[in-house]
């Protein structure tokens, strides 16, 4: 008899090696109870959300509101002295309506300028319609009618300037910087309009 040769086993030739895969070193987290990692999770993801709202509506007039509840008051008060001034048949009402238009106008386009470059998005020109009274017209006209236009104008012009004086104070206190230069100029330009009233 032939000795047996033991048979060769190559099996291991055929068969696909499994690669052990390479797992990165993360750093073991602590086990939580579950409760826990839940509300853990709940208040990530809470906090996410206010910063993508927080970035989605920067810029907004939400810093700016006080500053833009003055715009709105004075273009109302412009809108009214353009009113008067078309209106006035004596010269001293309508240099009164030139003046107070000029001067609210300028202020009105320093604000916006300031909104824009502090990196505010430009005024919604439907935001400052807001404090619009169309009873103001027909006011304006009913005064022209009766021949009072000036009596009429200068007690508007009290009225209005007191409350667009008073938001320029809000906005000023919640201002920063330059803005607070050019609330300052206005205070004092309608004051001097009230003084000469």
Aim: overall charge positive; aromatic content about 8%.
């Amino acid at each position: 008899m032939e000795p047996k040769s033991p048979s060769p086993n190559y099996d291991f030739i055929m068969q696909d090696k499994k690669t052990a895969k390479k797992k990165l070193p993360l750093p073991s987290l602590p086990k939580l109870p579950k409760p826990f990692g839940t509300i853990l999770v709940i208040v990530f993801v809470i906090f996410l959300l206010i910063i993508i709202i927080a970035v989605a509506f920067r810029g907004g007039s939400g810093g700016n509101q006080p500053l833009t509840d003055a715009m709105a008051r004075a273009q109302e008060i412009s809108r009214v002295s353009s009113l008067v001034q078309q209106a006035a048949p004596d010269s001293q009402t309508k240099d009164l309506a030139v003046t107070v238009q000029g001067s609210l106008g300028s202020e009105e386009a320093q604000f916006n300028n300031y909104i824009q470059k502090s990196g505010g998005k430009k005024v919604n020109l439907a935001k400052l319609t807001t404090d619009q009274n169309s009873n103001s017209d027909a006011q304006v006209k009913t005064a022209a009618q009766n021949n009072n236009l000036g009596q009429f104008y200068t007690a508007y012009l009290k009225n209005g300037l007191a409350t667009y004086k008073s938001l320029l104070q809000t906005a000023y206190t919640s201002a920063k910087g330059d803005s607070k230069t050019i609330l300052s100029n206005a205070y004092n330009s309608v004051q001097v309009i009230l003084n000469s009233l």
